[in-house]
């Protein structure tokens, strides 16, 4: 297993318009997690799901923002009309949750920038 | 709400000498986990060391090592015999066990290992 992979790695876009980002966990990680970090600040929490659940969204910014996990695999985060405080690094992490090994393995990220 | 802070935005050490990474957070909870996540520069974050709450004894990875206080909500990490790849973001980390599966971070302390 070569670890949580996310796509695209960099993306830039105009204002108001709409983007998608992948996340894949390793692959026998039921839990798949969403954070955002902006330059100087650790990550913050969006969403997190348990298999194709997703049991915590409050994080997420606004309704402009939405995640999905539709077979309990794969992730994508969708920001809709987006604006250039979306710009940060968007980051993805799972973890098995067994036990007590609540470990989060983290993914390279997504950058996004809004022009 | 659960927080997280680093008091130190960056810190210095230089090569094969010890430094100690400070942290404090504040909870009205018995029960959690504590991280310390090293992030390299365009690397992705991976966990350096762990501590359960409710374990008294301080956990220890090969050259890392943590001071986990309870009463005082401090959990320092110490890095002994730095090396020039140990050059990172250093973040601490807090997880409830009740449920929410949601890391709290701090702001994060940049290493700097002189030669």
């Known amino acids: 297993d070569t670890g949580v992979s996310q796509n695209p790695r960099h993306k830039i876009t105009k204002r108001g318009q709409n983007v998608t980002f992948r996340c894949d966990p390793i692959s026998e990680h039921n839990r798949l997690y969403w954070y955002r970090q902006t330059l100087g600040q650790g990550p913050e929490f969006l969403t997190y799901?348990?298999?194709?659940?997703?049991?915590?969204k409050s994080g997420l910014l606004s309704d402009r923002f939405s995640a999905e996990r539709p077979k309990g695999s794969f992730s994508t985060l969708e920001i809709q009309r987006t604006e250039q405080g979306d710009s940060a690094m968007y980051l993805c992490?799972?973890?098995?949750?067994?036990?007590?090994?609540?470990?989060?393995?983290f993914g390279p990220g997504t950058r996004l920038t809004v022009t | 709400a659960q927080t997280v802070t680093q008091s130190q935005p960056e810190m210095s050490v230089q090569e094969a000498e010890t430094v100690t990474l400070s942290c404090t957070y504040d909870?009205?909870?018995?029960?959690?986990?504590l991280f310390w996540y090293k992030q390299p520069p365009s690397r992705q974050m991976i966990l350096v060391i762990r501590q359960e709450a409710y374990k008294q004894q301080n956990a220890t990875e090969n050259r890392f090592s943590v001071n986990f206080q309870k009463a005082a909500k401090s959990f320092s990490l110490k890095i002994s015999d730095s090396q020039l790849g140990d050059a990172a973001m250093y973040f601490c980390a807090y997880l409830s066990n009740f449920g929410n599966e949601k890391l709290t971070f701090g702001t994060g302390t940049r290493l700097t290992i002189i030669p």
């Open positions: 992490a799972s973890s098995s949750g067994q036990g007590s090994s609540y470990e989060q393995y």
């Open positions: 909870t009205s909870e018995s029960d959690y986990y």
């Open positions: 799901f348990q298999n194709e659940a997703q049991l915590e």
